[in-house]
């Protein structure tokens, strides 16, 4: 009898867990979405933009890309629309044409892994969001590549434990934050007031390193 208990309880078990990691695959999954070939300068005076964000064309939803360019007339940035909102990758580029960032959204929502790269083209930072709300792990670095900050989020929040770094690899920020909100460590600086507006990178301390 115990072990008919035992083999039933294993079995839920593995259910409940395969169920968890599904829900895990899911909700890391990138959306496709197919905008069309259309591209519009940002400028353009037929281009509208609604109090909530919706672009429209002469007055009808937009699809396709805005763009904005240099005065060389190479492209310094792309936005996906469909039916009014911004919906597959914001690209922005540096002036030699390399990437800068590419940020996904779905539906007018930050969605799916954001990257970005310094001049040198060493990976700047990546991000998670979900339907605009940062989850998971958060990386950035350094134009060296030495690591800046390695934040986690669950559901927007920061949760678990938050670490940045100065250019000079001394530690800035060492805290957890628990379930119920509080933190536990070294805050050493607040991120919301850190945040370059463009890139949304941490504003770094501006020591050199040793």
């Not at 763009?67 to 597959?88: P, S």
Request: some cysteine; glycine content about 12%.
């Amino acid at each position: 009898m115990n072990r008919i208990l035992l083999l039933g309880f294993l079995i839920i078990t593995m259910l409940a867990c395969e169920e968890s990691h599904s829900g895990i695959v899911n909700l890391h999954q990138e959306i496709k979405i197919d905008i069309p070939e259309v591209f519009i300068a940002a400028s353009n005076p037929m281009i509208t933009k609604k109090q909530n964000g919706d672009i429209f064309m002469d007055g009808q939803s937009f699809s396709g890309y805005l763009i904005d360019r240099y005065k060389n007339d190479t492209i310094a940035l792309k936005i996906g629309y469909l039916n009014g909102k911004q919906n597959g990758d914001m690209t922005a580029f540096y002036g030699n044409g390399d990437v800068r960032y590419v940020r996904p959204y779905f539906n007018g929502e930050k969605h799916g892994t954001h990257v970005g790269f310094h001049k040198n083209g060493v990976k700047a930072f990546e991000y998670y969001f979900v339907n605009g709300f940062s989850e998971g792990n958060h990386k950035e670095w350094y134009s060296d590549g030495e690591l800046a900050a390695d934040m986690n989020y669950v559901n927007g929040k920061e949760f678990g434990r938050q670490q940045v770094w100065r250019p000079d690899g001394k530690v800035r920020s060492n805290y957890i934050v628990r379930e119920n909100g509080r933190r536990y460590g070294l805050m050493g600086i607040k991120r919301c007031t850190k945040l370059d507006g463009v890139t949304q990178t941490v504003d770094p301390y501006k020591g050199e390193k040793q």
